[in-house]
């Protein structure tokens, strides 16, 4: 008797830490994503007017919204690209935030505007802080 619920308790230890290293390992590759993103629109910021400047949301929390933003340019010839991995982040973290049940803070978050100054991509919060 002692052996099964010795057995039964091993069994339960190995399901959870198995799913902790699942969820860590879902977590690492929707930073993945993130990362990979803003690192990509960071190799080309130029831009010759504001309208090539833009806003990208990053992630998602629970109760809606996203975690983060950054700005990138147009310009930059890999775009597509950042805007595609960005766009799989949230995708990622929704999906993510439903199957843990995750639980989050609802306080927005405004985006910042992407403006061009000196040719260079920047954000209007990056302005007003110098």
Do not use: W
Request: net charge positive; charged share 15%; proline share 2%.
């Amino acid at each position: 008797m002692k052996f099964f619920f010795l057995l039964i308790f091993v069994l339960t230890i190995g399901s959870a830490l198995a799913e902790t290293s699942t969820q860590i390992r879902e977590e690492d590759a929707i930073s993945g994503l993130e990362t990979a993103s803003m690192n990509l629109a960071q190799g080309d910021m130029s831009c010759l007017s504001s309208r090539q400047c833009v806003t990208i949301s990053l992630g998602s929390k629970a109760c809606g919204g996203p975690q983060s933003y950054f700005i990138a340019s147009r310009r930059n010839f890999n775009f597509n690209e950042v805007a595609s991995l960005a766009i799989r982040s949230v995708s990622r973290e929704m999906m993510y935030n439903r199957k843990y049940h995750v639980i989050s803070t609802c306080t927005a978050i405004m985006p910042p505007k992407g403006v061009c100054v000196n040719s260079v991509c920047t954000s209007t919060l990056s302005i007003d802080n110098n």
